[in-house]
């Protein structure tokens, strides 16, 4: 089946800092993949949508200079949170997307910024 | 808009028992709806996948059904387990354009021994 990586899967930093997830499809090509933030017991709030060579699109709210996403091929994609605070603490999570008809979640990163 | 709406918001049942949990949207025009399960601290997990000619379909204990003229869709769990306590997200995607699923809020649903 199709499996979708993240790393690292827990992170501490500490305020100022920047920190990089990537996500990973593993066994197939994503030609469109999901960041997500969750908040405890509340639903994935999408943050951005990115296509392998272009930019993301963010949606409304998320600062794309302070979330760094960059698609570099078709089986990776990176977030980088820059100079992150402690409001920035959160369960980040991505998704792939082979096509149109199914997308794969990977297994969420929990940030915690001190 | 396109909206999914997912009840109850909540759900605590005995193990051994059944639940039933809905799903109405607005989305439009539909792709197709999935039900995703979604353990603490977990990514979401893919529990079934309907389009629009599709009125019903199983993963195990898992049962989903899908309306398209009421736009309702519900995800019947039988003879529950406690591993089942966990969020059941609903999303919705549409067809043409860009691919940006609509997602439900979920149902946190409880097994108690």
């Known amino acids: 089946g199709a499996v979708v990586s993240q790393h690292p899967s827990r992170v501490i930093c500490k305020s100022g800092t920047s920190v990089k997830i990537e996500c990973r499809s593993l066994?197939?090509?994503?030609?469109?993949m999901f960041w997500y933030r969750q908040f405890p017991k509340k639903s994935l709030m999408l943050m951005a949508t990115?296509?392998?060579?272009?930019?993301?699109?963010?949606e409304q709210g998320v600062e794309k200079d302070k979330f760094l996403i960059n698609h570099a091929s078709l089986t990776l994609s990176t977030l980088t949170v820059t100079s992150a605070h402690p409001e920035d603490s959160s369960f980040y999570i991505c998704?792939?997307?082979?096509?149109?008809?199914?997308?794969?979640f990977g297994p969420g990163t929990r940030l915690t910024v001190t | 808009k396109n909206q999914v709406e997912q009840s109850p918001q909540s759900l605590i049942i005995l193990e051994g028992k059944n639940c039933t949990l809905q799903c109405n949207y607005t989305v439009s025009p539909f792709s197709n709806l999935r039900w995703y399960k979604q353990d603490t601290g977990r990514g979401p997990v893919s529990l079934t996948i309907m389009t629009f000619s599709e009125n019903t379909k199983s993963n195990g204990r898992y049962t989903a059904t899908l309306d398209a003229d009421t736009k309702q869709s519900s995800l019947h769990i039988t003879a529950s387990q406690l591993s089942d306590s966990a969020s059941y997200i609903c999303v919705v995607s549409v067809t043409g354009g860009s691919y940006i699923p609509t997602f439900g809020r979920g149902t946190s649903l409880i097994v108690h021994p």
């Open positions: 990115s296509n392998e060579g272009s930019k993301a699109t963010y």
């Open positions: 066994d197939f090509q994503a030609t469109t």
């Open positions: 998704s792939a997307a082979p096509g149109i008809y199914e997308q794969y």
